[in-house]
């Protein structure tokens, strides 16, 4: 008799709920240490994962969820070296997509671990590396952990830059600048951190300078004014006077963008941290060394470096120049432009008139190299008096004018030895300035080197025949030129002037006359020594009876009672 089989199967194959073999209290306690385990994760957010697993295609992460995330392999090229248990950040994307897989990204998780350093560092004001790429217009791009930011061209470094393409694919220091947010765009600069370093450094190296102190430096800039040289942190301004004892015009002269060159420090001024430097006073001064040879009545050769309205200056060693006053250019009296006699930067020979070493002046002739020509023996027997010469108009005044007969050799026309008829005021009238004019010898004095020449002695005298041509009595057509207060000036034959005193010019009529009106006038005196004829107008009225007697004034005149006062209207 067979054993009655009592194993239920049932409950072999019943399903039974987890944690059903436990009381309610473990249950809740099993579950809620398995919640804790799990992250409590949150889309869009970044978290760490451990790679668990690599293949050819995808990277498996454990981020600690109750689901393992995948990330191409793609997105790892920057870790060649990746390896199971690694730490990486990444970015949930989606915690349950449709097929039920957790999608993560590093390439996300990158960008926002990114902003989140650029944000931090413009917020800290703290620095940041990052790697150039490439170049674009006007700067460089920067890539700071994926994120790309623009780096200007001014803000590469504090001296211009010409080349870009050097910075690439290098790593650099730069700061946060401004971010705007709106189109992702990020600024930084490298010339912050340069100019940082270079305010510690200034601050360091005024600190430390002495007067007289040498200093090495770098020309850095350079203007008309003078140079500006680096000395390794710090700017110092080379002045141009203070480049070099002789004259220079502009620095290029003598020195050049890059020269390393010795300075020393002449001044400075720690607050405006201002350095002025010289390159002169690192050399003994010419004057110095100034030859003895060199002394007045010596010949010296050299350069013209510069032209004023009073001369020239000429340089004879550098730092040595010497004056040559317009005077003391040529015999001829008339340059008025020593540019029209030289140029800068012609080689010229003069002779030492003084020097003062001590002073350390020196002034200098040309003319003196050639014999004045008023010292010619000759001279005398050339211009003898009375000899005709031609010359030139060169300068006129009131009282005369200059005629260049010669160079260094001028003759004095006076205005009086212009014309022996017309009373001529200044040689204006009829004489023009470089006019070629010829003249006689009047006089001549060698010593004072004086010469009077004559203009109108070029012909005879007309006076010899005018006491004949205006006898006292005889009538003449004149013309009326001027009044004074005393009478008129009337113009008669032969161009030669006459004075008609007020009660002598009274008219038939009663009318005053009028300039420009021609009457008929007698002469009533004439004097050859003073070149003085009078004349009167009420006498050629008078009637024939009138005429025979001898009038009052005749007499008058004769017996010198109303003889009219020499004046300059009086005067031929």
Known sequence: MKKKNNFNWEEVYSVKEFGASYKEEEKKKIIKLYEEALNKIKEFEVVKGTVIEINKKDIILNINFKADGLISISEFKDIPNLKIGDV??????EQENKKGELILSR????????????????????????IVKRRTKGGLIVNIDGIEAFLPGSQIDIKPIKDFDIFVEKKIEVKIIKIKHSNDNVVVSHKILIEKDLEKQKIEIISNLEKGQILKGTIKNMTN???FIDLGGVDGLLHITDISWGRVN????????GQNVKVAVLDFDEEKKRISLGMKQLITHPWTNLSESVKVGSKVKGKIVNIADYGIFLEVIPGIEGLIHISEMSWSQHIKNPQNFIKIGEQVEAIVLTLDREERKMSLGIKQLTEDPWKRKDLTKKYAIGTKHKGIVKNMANFGAFIELEEGIDGLLHVSDLSWTKKIKKPSE???????IETVVLEINTENKRLALGLKQLEEDPWNTFEEIFSIGS???????????KGFMVEMPYGISGFVINRHLIKSSGQEPEIGETLDFQIIEI????????LSHTATLATNKEKNKKPIYYKNLTNKKEKIEDTEESSI
């Open 107 to 130: 390439k996300k998780a990158k960008l926002v671990k990114g902003w989140e350093k650029i944000q931090n560092a413009l917020n800290d004001n703290s620095i940041i590396d990052g």
């Open 250 to 257: 502009h620095p290029d002269e003598l020195l050049e963008l």
């Open 88 to 93: 990486v950040d990444v970015y949930i994307e």
């Open 475 to 485: 009538n003449h057509r004149c013309t009326i030129t001027k009044k004074t207060d």
């Open 527 to 534: 004097s050859k020594s003073e070149r003085k004829i009078l």
């Open 430 to 436: 009829i004489l023009k300035l470089e006019e070629s």
């Open 225 to 227: 004014f003078g140079v």
